[in-house]
């Protein structure tokens, strides 16, 4: 089994910053990818991004320049840098493992976490 618990959400101004992250333990190697997904009050769970095991990301357009994601695989926890937030960036943010492969869509991971709430403030 696995476990995922997310850590650093908050509120936070418009233009701010904040760093998830993502610590992992249980039957988890540092092959997993690893993704983050997020999800407003009323809407559906959106990706975010991710990042495979070699350390190569993907990130959905509405965060592209402005989110990143890192791993550190001796500490088994991934991180998100969200910077220049924007209201619209508020919601639940969960991360998610993955044994085989880094997807965009909810169904191919394995784990989730429980999220953590961030809310940017206009």
């Known amino acids: 089994q696995v476990q995922l618990v997310e850590s650093g959400g908050g509120l936070v101004q418009a233009g701010g910053s904040l760093r998830l992250s993502c610590a992992a333990s249980g039957r988890i190697s540092s092959s997993y990818a690893m993704g983050w997904f997020r999800q407003a009050p009323g809407k559906e769970r959106d990706f975010v991004g991710y990042?495979?095991?070699?350390?190569?990301?993907y990130y959905a357009d509405s965060v592209k320049g402005r989110f990143t994601i890192s791993r550190d695989n001796a500490k088994s926890t991934v991180y998100l840098q969200m910077n220049s937030l924007k209201p619209e960036d508020t919601g639940v943010y969960y991360c998610?493992?993955?044994?085989?492969?880094?997807?965009?869509?909810?169904?191919?991971?394995?784990?989730w976490g429980q999220g953590t709430q961030v809310t940017v403030s206009s």
């Open positions: 998610a493992a993955n044994k085989d492969y880094g997807s965009t869509r909810r169904n191919p991971y394995d784990y």
């Open positions: 990042i495979t095991w070699s350390g190569s990301t």
